[in-house]
Nanobody
Framework: QIQLAESGGGLVQPEGSLTLSCAAS????????MAWFRQGSGKEREFVAG????????YYSDSVAGRFTISRDNAKNMVWLQMSDLKPEDTALYYC????????????????WGQGTQVTVSS
């Protein structure tokens, strides 16, 4: 069973940048498609970005496309989410998630989750 641990969240001003990290352990990352989800206060958990096990396929929600970049290094068992031009509506608890085979946009398809890291965008 793979374990995931997010880090890198914090308070950032609008139009600022932040990079989230997800460290995996307990299994080889090569077997998993990876994704970032977020959940704002009083909102449902939503798909942010996903990356195939090879790293060649990347997928984004419409709300973050062009501002966020997902990447991975299987040798280091790491996944990152680079966020730029942050907006107050990006404020949420961000989760790293893993599943076998292909990336999916529904959180119900993922079996493995980290504890989350808080991102707050405010002046």
């Amino acid at each position: 069973q793979i374990q995931l641990a997010e880090s890198g969240g914090g308070l950032v001003q609008p139009e600022g940048s932040l990079t989230l990290s997800c460290a995996a352990s307990g299994d080889t990352l090569t077997d998993y498609a990876m994704a970032w989800f977020r959940q704002g206060s009083g909102k449902e958990r939503e798909f942010v970005a996903g990356i195939s096990w090879t790293g060649y396929g990347t997928y984004y929600s419409d709300s973050v496309a062009g501002r966020f970049t997902i990447s991975r290094d299987n040798a280091k068992n790491m996944v990152w989410l680079q966020m730029s031009d942050l907006k107050p509506e990006d404020t949420a608890l961000y989760y790293c998630a893993a599943k076998k085979r292909a990336v999916a946009r529904s959180y119900s398809n993922y079996d493995n989750w980290g504890q989350g890291t808080q991102v707050t965008v405010s002046s």
